[in-house]
Each structure stands twice: as C-alpha cells, then as structure tokens.
C-alpha cells in the first residue's frame, strides 16, 4: 500500500496493484537516462506535458524500482497497463506529482 506522504503511488501494471515512488536513486536514474542534468530539468521537461514513450517507460520503470519492484523497462514495456496508453500517462503524472508537486 503506496504511502502518500512519502511520494508513493499504487498502480494497476501487469494486472497487479503496484508501488511506484521516485527515490533519490529513481531519480538519479532519470536524470542519466534522460540527460537532464539535474532535478530542475527533469522538471522543466515533464512540466510542459510533451511526454514520449521512451519518456513513460522511463518514468515508470524508475518509480516501480523505487518502490521496490525488480522489473526491468524492458519488462515493463511487455506488461499491460491498465488503461493503456492514456493510463500509463496518468500514472506518469501522479507519480510526477506526487515527486514535484502539484506546479509538475
């Protein structure tokens, strides 16, 4: 069960709830993968809302990590996610949230 006040979520992925947070380490890991230099990039890239599929993918495998999931993004990447698409953006964006803020 995702803890709030520590940034956690819980998501449906691969037809499980899961717990995703973007941990210091998560979010080192962004950062390198994303080459955004620094937590301020990461969230100047999310904030203007343009979002790839690599950038989801990223995002999530990040947060599943963070919250002590050991999927690979490529194993995400062959999990359904509830709601598909759209929905692997709105995790994306709760999880941003509950990272950055409501401002992300």
Known sequence: MAITQRGEIDAVIGGETLTLCLTL??????????QAGDLVGLAERFSGGRVSASDLTAIL???????GNELSD???????IEGGLKGAAEIAARLLKATFGEGT
């Open 74 to 80: 490529d194993d995400l990447a062959r999990l359904s």
């Open 25 to 34: 380490g998560a979010l080192a890991e962004l950062e390198a993968r994303l």
């Open 61 to 67: 495998g990040a947060g599943l990590r963070g919250g």
